[in-house]
Protein backbone atom coordinates (compact mmCIF):
# COMPACT_ATOMS: atom_id res chain seq x y z
CA UNK A 1 0.00 0.00 0.00
CA UNK A 2 3.16 2.62 0.02
CA UNK A 3 2.54 3.36 -3.84
CA UNK A 4 3.58 7.35 -4.14
CA UNK A 5 0.60 8.07 -5.75
CA UNK A 6 -1.48 7.26 -3.32
CA UNK A 7 0.63 8.45 -0.50
CA UNK A 8 0.43 11.93 -1.80
CA UNK A 9 -2.91 11.90 -0.46
CA UNK A 10 -2.24 11.19 2.89
CA UNK A 11 -6.23 11.05 4.07
CA UNK A 12 -7.04 8.83 1.23
CA UNK A 13 -3.93 6.55 2.12
CA UNK A 14 -4.87 6.34 5.81
CA UNK A 15 -8.66 6.11 5.35
CA UNK A 16 -7.55 3.25 2.87
CA UNK A 17 -4.84 1.65 4.62
CA UNK A 18 -7.44 1.78 8.06
CA UNK A 19 -10.31 -0.22 6.08
CA UNK A 20 -8.45 -2.49 4.38
CA UNK A 21 -6.46 -3.82 7.64
CA UNK A 22 -10.36 -3.43 9.45
CA UNK A 23 -11.42 -6.28 6.44
CA UNK A 24 -8.52 -8.24 6.84
CA UNK A 25 -8.57 -8.97 10.67
CA UNK A 26 -12.87 -9.37 10.47
CA UNK A 27 -11.85 -11.97 7.23
CA UNK A 28 -8.75 -13.77 9.44
CA UNK A 29 -10.71 -13.74 12.17
CA UNK A 30 -13.94 -15.42 11.08
CA UNK A 31 -11.26 -17.74 8.98
CA UNK A 32 -10.07 -19.11 12.27
CA UNK A 33 -13.15 -19.17 13.82
CA UNK A 34 -14.18 -21.85 11.49
CA UNK A 35 -11.18 -23.75 11.61
CA UNK A 36 -11.02 -24.20 15.58
CA UNK A 37 -15.19 -24.78 14.99
CA UNK A 38 -14.07 -27.43 13.05
CA UNK A 39 -11.35 -29.03 14.83
CA UNK A 40 -13.38 -28.98 17.58
CA UNK A 41 -15.64 -31.05 16.41
CA UNK A 42 -12.64 -33.74 14.91
CA UNK A 43 -11.74 -34.00 18.77
CA UNK A 44 -15.12 -34.99 19.72
CA UNK A 45 -15.35 -37.19 16.96
CA UNK A 46 -11.74 -38.13 17.53
CA UNK A 47 -11.48 -39.11 13.56
CA UNK A 48 -10.48 -36.36 10.76
CA UNK A 49 -11.52 -35.92 7.35
CA UNK A 50 -8.13 -35.18 6.57
CA UNK A 51 -5.02 -37.11 6.22
CA UNK A 52 -1.48 -36.82 5.31
CA UNK A 53 -0.76 -33.73 3.53
CA UNK A 54 -4.07 -31.85 3.50
CA UNK A 55 -4.27 -32.13 7.60
CA UNK A 56 -0.91 -30.53 7.92
CA UNK A 57 -2.20 -27.50 5.17
CA UNK A 58 -4.75 -27.28 7.84
CA UNK A 59 -2.62 -26.77 10.94
CA UNK A 60 -0.25 -24.79 8.91
CA UNK A 61 -2.98 -22.86 7.97
CA UNK A 62 -4.41 -22.20 11.39
CA UNK A 63 -0.61 -21.65 12.93
CA UNK A 64 -0.26 -19.07 10.00
CA UNK A 65 -3.83 -17.36 10.33
CA UNK A 66 -3.00 -16.76 14.23
CA UNK A 67 0.26 -15.25 12.86
CA UNK A 68 -2.03 -13.88 10.33
CA UNK A 69 -4.14 -11.65 12.71
CA UNK A 70 -1.58 -10.33 14.78
CA UNK A 71 0.32 -9.28 11.75
CA UNK A 72 -2.98 -7.27 10.52
CA UNK A 73 -4.53 -6.16 14.10
CA UNK A 74 -1.53 -4.23 15.10
CA UNK A 75 -1.34 -2.39 11.69
CA UNK A 76 -4.81 -1.49 11.90
CA UNK A 77 -3.79 -0.33 15.72
CA UNK A 78 -0.39 1.03 14.20
CA UNK A 79 -2.62 3.76 12.22
CA UNK A 80 -4.28 4.77 15.22
CA UNK A 81 -7.72 4.74 13.77
CA UNK A 82 -9.98 7.43 15.10
CA UNK A 83 -7.99 8.46 17.66
CA UNK A 84 -7.80 5.13 18.91
CA UNK A 85 -4.88 5.18 20.86
CA UNK A 86 -4.79 8.55 22.31
CA UNK A 87 -5.58 10.11 25.82
CA UNK A 88 -6.10 12.79 27.43
CA UNK A 89 -3.06 12.55 29.71
CA UNK A 90 -0.36 14.71 28.73
CA UNK A 91 -2.50 17.96 28.57
CA UNK A 92 -1.02 19.61 31.38
CA UNK A 93 2.65 19.24 29.39
CA UNK A 94 1.48 20.09 25.92
CA UNK A 95 -0.21 23.38 27.89
CA UNK A 96 3.33 23.95 29.78
CA UNK A 97 5.44 23.43 26.27
CA UNK A 98 3.47 25.79 23.98
CA UNK A 99 2.43 28.19 26.78
CA UNK A 100 1.68 31.89 25.62
CA UNK A 101 2.86 33.45 22.28
CA UNK A 102 6.43 35.09 23.43
CA UNK A 103 6.57 38.56 22.36
CA UNK A 104 9.05 40.28 20.02
CA UNK A 105 10.36 43.05 22.34
CA UNK A 106 10.62 40.41 24.83
CA UNK A 107 12.80 38.04 22.29
CA UNK A 108 15.06 40.82 21.36
CA UNK A 109 15.50 41.57 25.27
CA UNK A 110 16.36 38.21 25.83
CA UNK A 111 18.98 38.30 22.55
CA UNK A 112 20.78 40.99 23.99
CA UNK A 113 21.22 39.31 27.81
CA UNK A 114 22.53 36.41 25.65
CA UNK A 115 24.98 38.70 23.70
CA UNK A 116 26.51 40.42 25.93
CA UNK A 117 27.13 37.12 27.98
CA UNK A 118 31.61 36.44 27.60
CA UNK A 119 30.91 32.83 27.10
CA UNK A 120 28.58 32.90 24.09
CA UNK A 121 31.10 35.83 22.40
CA UNK A 122 32.72 32.75 19.81
CA UNK A 123 29.67 31.31 18.89
CA UNK A 124 28.87 30.45 15.44
CA UNK A 125 25.17 29.56 15.50
CA UNK A 126 22.31 30.23 18.38
CA UNK A 127 18.88 28.38 18.63
CA UNK A 128 16.38 29.12 20.94
CA UNK A 129 13.31 27.19 22.34
CA UNK A 130 10.83 28.58 24.69
CA UNK A 131 8.94 26.71 27.51
CA UNK A 132 7.04 28.23 30.34
CA UNK A 133 7.56 31.38 28.98
CA UNK A 134 10.96 31.04 29.16
CA UNK A 135 13.36 30.93 26.59
CA UNK A 136 16.03 28.42 26.71
CA UNK A 137 19.18 29.44 24.36
CA UNK A 138 21.88 26.82 22.82
CA UNK A 139 25.11 28.40 21.47
CA UNK A 140 27.26 26.33 19.35
CA UNK A 141 30.99 27.45 19.67
CA UNK A 142 33.62 27.29 16.72
CA UNK A 143 35.19 23.93 17.89
CA UNK A 144 31.62 22.57 18.08
CA UNK A 145 31.32 22.72 21.85
CA UNK A 146 27.50 23.00 22.79
CA UNK A 147 26.44 25.57 25.53
CA UNK A 148 22.88 25.86 26.87
CA UNK A 149 21.93 29.02 28.44
CA UNK A 150 18.46 30.49 30.06
CA UNK A 151 17.24 33.90 30.38
CA UNK A 152 13.98 34.82 32.02
CA UNK A 153 11.42 36.91 30.15
CA UNK A 154 9.65 38.84 32.67
Known amino acids: MYFVDLR??????????????????????????????????????????????????????????????????????????WGFLESGRGADEEALIEGQSIKWGEVRASVEKVRRRKDVENSVSLVTAPLDRQLYWRATQIDGKAIRLATLLQ
Not at 18 to 26: E, K, M, P
Not at 41 to 65: D, K, N, Q, V
Open 8 to 81: RNTTLWSNLLIWTSILGTFLTFIGLCVGIAHFKCEIRRAASPYSGAFYWHRMAGLTFGLVTLTWVLSGLISMNP
